[in-house]
């Protein structure tokens, strides 16, 4: 079993739309956990983390994470067609090496 | 601050050859990881160094190794290459004791074995 399983899609919304993402783990360990956006033949780019359980909001994006069902959520509102990347979810214990998803490719529609 | 860097940005080698890839990490970082990225396995921890050691390993082959200087830059070599290497090769730098040492990741080398 992975370490951390996420569906890999593709996923395919409508501008405008709520979309969310999801990841499972399955290490009790994991204390900070991280969402990245990948866009086509670039490198990821840090989106948003928190600590331990919890919601965190930055503008369109919210993160959620519930360490008792051990399963972390990024939310889109209001999708743009600018935000159809590949989303990568990504934890650590503290001080040790990062665990990904296989990312979730993301197609908003115009 | 400048970001990540990494040379070259793509590679052609055939089946047996040796490469090296280079990864500068941003100003102050001392951290640098290294994964590999396939479309059917995401990405894949290499491995870790921090203040030129060897601080944590992923489950690769010896034929991967990995340098830091004393100037935090990094090298990656691969040797005696094989068709399945061909992917994206990203290195991240980290501030280790920030929150999360969270990652930053540069624009990966992508590597094609013929």
């Given at each position: 079993q992975?370490?951390?399983?996420?569906?890999?899609g593709?996923?395919s919304?409508?501008?405008g739309?709520?979309?969310?993402l999801n990841?499972?783990?399955?290490?009790?360990a994991?204390q900070?956990?991280?969402?990245y956006?990948?866009?086509s033949?670039?490198?990821?780019?840090?989106?948003?983390?928190?600590?331990?359980?919890?919601n965190?909001?930055?503008g369109?994006?919210t993160?959620?994470?519930?360490?008792?069902?051990?399963y972390?959520s990024?939310f889109?509102?209001d999708?743009?067609?600018?935000d159809?990347?590949?989303?990568?979810?990504?934890m650590?214990p503290?001080?040790?090496?990062?665990?990904?998803?296989?990312?979730?490719?993301?197609?908003?529609?115009p | 601050?400048?970001g990540?860097?990494?040379?070259?940005?793509?590679?052609?080698?055939?089946?047996?050859?040796?490469?090296?890839l280079s990864?500068?990490?941003i100003?102050?970082?001392?951290?640098?990881?290294?994964?590999?990225?396939t479309?059917?396995q995401?990405l894949?921890?290499?491995?870790?160094y921090f203040?030129?050691t060897?601080?944590?390993?992923?489950?690769?082959?010896?034929?991967?190794?990995?340098r830091?200087f004393?100037?935090?830059?990094?090298?990656?070599?691969?040797?005696?290459?094989?068709?399945?290497?061909s992917?994206?090769?990203?290195?991240a730098?980290s501030l280790?004791?920030s929150?999360?040492?969270?990652?930053?990741?540069?624009?990966?080398t992508r590597?094609t074995?013929?």
């Amino acid at each position: 079993q992975k370490e951390v399983e996420q569906d890999p899609g593709p996923l395919s919304v409508p501008e405008g739309a709520i979309v969310s993402l999801n990841c499972t783990y399955s290490n009790s360990a994991f204390q900070y956990f991280m969402w990245y956006r990948q866009y086509s033949r670039k490198g990821p780019e840090l989106l948003m983390y928190t600590y331990s359980s919890g919601n965190k909001e930055d503008g369109r994006f919210t993160a959620q994470v519930d360490k008792s069902s051990k399963y972390i959520s990024l939310f889109i509102r209001d999708s743009q067609p600018s935000d159809s990347a590949t989303y990568l979810c990504a934890m650590t214990p503290p001080g040790n090496q990062f665990y990904f998803g296989t990312g979730t490719s993301l197609t908003v529609i115009p | 601050k400048a970001g990540v860097t990494q040379t070259p940005r793509y590679l052609i080698k055939t089946r047996g050859q040796q490469v090296t890839l280079s990864c500068s990490p941003i100003s102050g970082h001392r951290s640098v990881s290294w994964y590999q990225q396939t479309p059917g396995q995401g990405l894949q921890f290499l491995f870790e160094y921090f203040s030129e050691t060897q601080r944590n390993k992923g489950n690769f082959p010896g034929r991967f190794s990995g340098r830091q200087f004393s100037n935090s830059r990094s090298e990656m070599n691969v040797s005696t290459l094989e068709l399945g290497d061909s992917a994206l090769y990203l290195c991240a730098s980290s501030l280790p004791g920030s929150v999360g040492d969270t990652q930053y990741f540069g624009p990966g080398t992508r590597l094609t074995v013929l």
